[in-house]
């Protein structure tokens, strides 16, 4: 059989970027404050709800009022597809209204529109990290049930207000993080004597109806839409050949990969029934749930790729998403934010993936994020292109081994908010913003050496790598 090493003719490529991270304007237009407006050192910290430190997230980069420009270049690089989210508060500010905020969803058309006049098509996230405040706070966010019917409100909303606009979904960003940022992943606040898996697995359940009950809504008011799910999943090896560390990171690996069981197979798996008995897990569950999950299920899984670590059995798990923390593997390099880069690793999740599932998969976040110099009015990001290039020859390896891969966002094609440290020095983009970690700058764009490379990657359908 002929080795073909290509990336077929469809593949959409693109970017991604989330609203919180870009956008700005955190209470313009009746916008009401999500848990992102209230971490200023980004989500590993939390919540810091009374803080008057600065918070870069409110004005970001300004987005909501520099889309216009910004599409126009990420059209300049030949984007097909351009992911964001829209920020559940500028749609219902609290999140328990019936009446959506007219404004906000003027904002999104506006954003929709601008994209397809340029043949770019809108792939939405629905819930990004930035779950209302007050949904949070008082009503319990996705620990209390109702907020099924606020989020499938939500969903209504904008499914019927953009069904000629957006034909791809995604539900909730990296849902498995709400093992590791609870607050921000899954919209709930874990009180001090609560037992942590019992609140964090039941707000999955009610995560999990919501999804199939969104997929199912999606697909009845938008005949062509696609559904997605979404997952961390960067890559994480046992650090020895010990079966100790083997098997742990399997448990470990399986964590993660638990939430793609559930809304990809539409079954709870066999292994979390052990996991809930040891910790005193008892999942509420009503009527049909199990049949909704089991019936409306993703049409596809998108992840986010960055780095990939390695786990010593009984060393703590903080991050159980490949990456967060883990010990250091000795035969890769790192980033200057100390994310090890492991190309192959790509190529060994996507396999993995398709393995477990046969569905498409969608590399929805990948990219490198540091510091960028301007020297006499130029960045040289060679370190970047580099990063996308390694990557992009395993995913054509991914392709040759059977993987369906439906396309390839890059995460932050224009300079955004750390999610992780609230940040702006950590810059992945291949558009640089005029703003620093200390809130000063004029908002100016200005291209970096990656952004013609990019283009190029594009127009030749990454042939010429
Ligand atoms: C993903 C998130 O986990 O990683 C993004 O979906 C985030 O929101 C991205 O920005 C990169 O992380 P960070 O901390 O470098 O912004």
């Not at 405040?133 to 966010?141: A, D, M, P, S």
């Not at 046992?238 to 990171?249: I, L, Q, R």
């Not at 899984?301 to 967060?324: D, E, V």
């Amino acid at each position: 059989m002929n080795k073909t090493k290509s990336f077929p003719k469809d593949f959409l490529w693109g970017g991604a970027i989330a609203a919180n991270q870009a956008e700005g304007a955190y209470l313009e237009d009746g916008k009401g404050l999500s848990t992102a407006d209230l971490m200023p050192y980004g989500l590993m910290k939390g919540i810091q709800e009374n803080s008057t430190d600065l918070n870069l997230y409110h004005e970001a980069v300004d987005f909501y009022h520099h889309y216009k420009e910004d599409i126009a270049m990420f059209a300049e690089m030949g984007f097909k597809v351009f992911r964001t989210s829209i920020a559940w508060s500028r749609i219902f500010p609290k999140g328990d209204e019936l009446i959506p905020n007219e404004k906000g969803l003027e904002f999104y058309d506006n954003l929709f529109d601008e994209l397809l006049t340029y043949g770019i098509e809108p792939i939405v996230t629905i819930s990004h990290f930035e779950t209302p405040w007050h949904l949070v706070k008082e009503n319990g966010g996705w620990k209390n049930r109702k907020t099924i019917d606020h989020y499938i409100r939500y969903c209504e909303t904008i499914f019927t207000r953009y069904k000629d606009k957006v034909k791809y979904w995604i539900g909730f960003n990296e849902i498995n993080n709400i093992h590791t940022i609870p607050t921000a992943g899954g919209g709930i606040l874990i009180e001090e004597n609560e037992n942590r898996l019992q609140a964090i697995y039941q707000a999955s359940h009610h995560m999990f109806v919501a999804s199939a009950l969104a997929t199912k809504l999606c697909q009845e008011i938008i005949t062509d839409a696609k559904m997605g799910a979404m997952l961390s999943l960067s890559g994480v090896y046992p650090n020895t050949c010990h079966p100790d560390d083997v098997f742990e990171t399997y448990e470990l690996r399986r964590r993660s990969l638990f939430f793609s069981d559930v809304l990809l197979r539409g079954t709870y798996p066999s292994y979390i029934n052990r996991i809930w008995d040891k910790h005193g897990v008892q999942v509420k569950m009503e009527g049909n749930d199990l049949e909704l999950i089991k019936k409306h299920t993703a049409d596809y899984l998108g992840f986010s790729y960055y780095r990939s670590t390695t786990h010593k059995a009984g060393t703590p798990i903080l991050g159980h998403t490949g990456g967060i923390t883990g010990t250091p593997n000795p035969f890769l390099e790192s980033t200057s934010w100390g994310w090890q880069i492991d190309s192959k690793g790509l190529r060994y999740v996507c396999n993995e993936l398709y393995d477990r599932y046969q569905k498409p998969l969608f590399i929805i976040e990948n990219g490198m994020g540091t510091n960028d110099e301007i020297v006499n009015g130029e960045i040289n990001d060679d370190y970047r292109i580099d990063y996308i290039k390694v990557h992009l020859k395993e995913m054509k390896e991914a392709i040759d081994d059977g993987v369906e891969l439906m396309g390839y966002t890059y995460w932050g094609p224009i300079d955004i908010v750390s999610a992780g440290t609230g940040e702006l020095k950590k810059r992945y983009g291949f558009i640089y913003v005029d703003r620093d970690n200390e809130g000063k700058g004029t908002f100016k764009r200005l291209k970096k050496k990656s952004f013609n490379w990019y283009k190029k990657v594009i127009e030749t359908n990454g042939a010429d790598l």
